[in-house]
Nanobody, 124 residues
Framework: QVQLVESGGGLVHDGDSLRLSCVAS????????MAWFRQAPGKAREFVAG????????HYADSVKGRFTISKDNAKSTAYLQMNGLQPEDTAIYYC????WGIGHGRAEEYDYWGQGTQVTVSS
């Protein structure tokens, strides 16, 4: 059974950093593009960052460019989201997602598997 398990969320202060991890039980992790999405209370889910199968191509939402970095380690079947300079508006549940043979774009409907999410709360 496919599982994506996120971890690393928590309560931090404005300007702090967090690193989220997503461990995937996929048959061939290197065949999957990975992405992070987030959903704040009362708002629609939004794309945060995506990475291609090999890790050579990344995409970011404008709101996080220069602050967040997505990466993946195919040997560990794990994707990461390094978040620096966190702001209160980054408060949301963060979900990782996997897209078979994808390139890490921001269309949620392209993703085949989703994790349960991890809460990130940034206080001012």
């Amino acid at each position: 059974q496919v599982q994506l398990v996120e971890s690393g969320g928590g309560l931090v202060h404005d300007g702090d950093s967090l690193r989220l991890s997503c461990v995937a039980s996929l048959h061939s992790f290197s065949d999957y593009a990975m992405a992070w999405f987030r959903q704040a209370p009362g708002k629609a889910r939004e794309f945060v960052a995506g990475i291609s199968r090999s890790g050579g191509l990344t995409h970011y939402a404008d709101s996080v460019k220069g602050r967040f970095t997505i990466s993946k380690d195919n040997a560990k079947s794990t994707a990461y989201l390094q978040m620096n300079g966190l702001q209160p508006e980054d408060t949301a549940i963060y979900y990782c997602a996997a897209d078979y043979w994808g390139i890490g774009h921001g269309r949620a409907e392209e993703y085949d598997y989703w994790g349960q999410g991890t809460q990130v709360t940034v206080s001012s």
